[in-house]
């Protein structure tokens, strides 16, 4: 009787290099599967399918030309709202200077009497009542006196004015709607 002697060794690297075969075999086999997979062509949006590429890519051109005008128009506005947020920094620094001029403690009522000129709401007052009366002025006028219109347009009428100081002084005066000087006239 023969008897085969093996070595456990040998026997183990063996089982090892069979387990190594099929592994890499397996992996093999995966990557050919993932290979022959065909591609699967993506779908064109709606509006795309039926259309050459001559056309997507045409149509893909204008995209990129109104993306740069809009971004062109975004930065001129943007340049456009600094300019303005500077010029309101300046006049707030000019406010504000010209109110630290002014001398609380010397003279207080004189210093709040400015103030309060300063505020654009009493300006936005002073206005409107000034339109007031002229427009008060002009009607009055207008009641005593329907044809002054003409009356002033008139060439002698213009030299007769020129004529005095005085009357120069009362036109003046009367142009700014002081219905008393129109009426010394």
Do not use: C
């Not at 075969?21 to 992996?27: D, G, S």
């Amino acid at each position: 009787m023969v008897s085969k002697i093996v070595e456990p060794e040998v026997e183990e690297t063996q089982e090892t290099n069979e387990e190594d075969t099929l592994e890499t075999l397996a992996i093999q086999d995966e990557a050919e599967e993932t290979v022959e997979e065909p591609e699967q062509e993506q779908e064109l949006p709606q509006k795309f399918q039926g259309k050459s590429a001559n056309e997507i890519a045409e149509a893909y051109e204008n995209l990129e030309k109104e993306l740069g005008r809009k971004g062109q128009e975004i930065g001129e506005l943007r340049k456009l709202t600094d300019s303005f947020l500077q010029t309101q920094i300046t006049h707030n620094k000019e406010t504000t200077t010209d109110t630290e001029d002014l001398d609380f403690y010397d003279n207080p009522e004189a210093a709040v009497r400015t103030i309060i000129e300063r505020h654009p709401k009493f300006r936005e007052f002073t206005q409107q009542t000034q339109q007031q009366q002229a427009s008060m002025t002009a009607q009055q006028l207008e009641k005593t006196h329907p044809d002054f219109k003409d009356v002033v347009t008139s060439p002698d009428f213009q030299e007769w004015i020129e004529g005095s100081k005085i009357r120069q002084r009362l036109f003046k005066e009367a142009d700014a709607y002081d219905y008393d000087s129109l009426m010394n006239f």
